[in-house]
C-alpha cells in the first residue's frame, strides 16, 4: 500500500517530467534604423550627428541618422525624404531627427523641432505608421493626412495646421489637453479648438468705458487735466465713440470719495 500510494503521489511529477519543454520564444527583432536622405537645399544648412559635435554644411544627397540635429539660415530651406515623408525645413529652422525606424510595415518618425517652420508630406502605407512633430509645447500626430504645416519660436508660441484632406491632432505639453485640425484650421499652443480661435481672431475689441479708471475717464473727457490722456483718446484720431463718451460725461459731476478714488455721478442722482 505504501508504495501504491508512493506511486500515486509521484505520478504528477514523473509525468511532468517526461514532458518536453516548452520552446523559448524567440527575440524580437530590433526595429530597423533607417535615414532621412536630403533631397533639396537651398541657402545654408548645417547638421551635426549629435550633442558636442561640430556643425558641418550638407549637401544634397546626403543621408541623415536617428539623432542627427539639422539647422537652416536667413532665406534658407531643406527638404527631407523620410520613408513614408517628405519634409520641408523652414528658414531659421532647429530640428533633430528624434526616432526613424521601421518595424516591420510600421514606420516612427519623430521630428523635434527647437523653433522654427516645416511642412510635411505624409504618406501613411499602413494604418500602424506613426508620425509626429514635437515643439517645446505641443506634439503634432498624423491621423490620416498627407500636408501638415507646424512652425514654433520661443517668443512667439506655436501654430499648427493642416492645408489639404486629413486629419491631425495636437496635443499640448503642459495640460495633455488634445484637439483635432482639418483641412484649412489651425490651432495653438494651447490645443485650442480651431472654431474657438477662429472666433477670436474675428471677435470685435470692445472698449468699455468702466474699465477705465477715474483718472482716465476725466482725461478722455477734458482737454485742460494735467492727467496725460491715454494714447489714442485725444484728437482727431480719437473714435466716434469717445468723443460721444466726452459728451455724456461733461454732464456728469466728478468728486474723490474718502478713499480717495475720484468717482463720477450721473445728473440730479441718475434720476
Known sequence: MLCLGALLLAGPAVARAGQAAAPAPAPAAPAAKVTALVKIIDGTVETRPAVGQPWVPVKAGA????????????????????????????????????????????????????????????VKKTAASDFAIVTPSATLSVRGTNSIQCSFFP?????????????????????????GVRPSEETDDWATPAASLEAIKHQPQVLDPFGFTADE??????????????????????????????????????????????????PNGGK
Request: include cysteine; hydrophobic fraction near 35%; glycine fraction near 12%.
Open 217 to 266: 475717464k476725466w482725461a478722455a473727457m477734458r482737454w485742460d487735466t494735467s492727467t496725460p490722456i491715454p494714447i489714442g483718446l485725444n484728437g482727431p484720431g480719437a473714435s466716434p465713440f469717445l468723443k460721444v463718451l466726452r459728451s455724456k460725461l461733461s454732464s456728469y459731476a466728478y468728486s474723490v470719495n474718502p478713499d480717495g478714488n475720484g468717482e463720477y455721478y450721473p
Open 63 to 122: 543621408a541623415l541618422e536617428e539623432g542627427a540635429d539639422l539647422r537652416t539660415g536667413f532665406r534658407a530651406r531643406c527638404v527631407l525624404d523620410m520613408t513614408e515623408s517628405l519634409v520641408q525645413v523652414g528658414p531659421l529652422t532647429v530640428v533633430r531627427l528624434g526616432e526613424l525606424r521601421k518595424d516591420g510595415d510600421k514606420t516612427r518618425t519623430r521630428v523635434l523641432m527647437k523653433q522654427g517652420t516645416a511642412r510635411a508630406e505624409v
Open 155 to 179: 517668443d512667439l508660441g506655436g501654430q499648427y495646421g493642416l492645408t489639404q484632406s486629413g486629419l491631425i491632432q495636437i496635443t499640448e505639453a503642459l495640460l495633455g489637453r488634445r484637439t
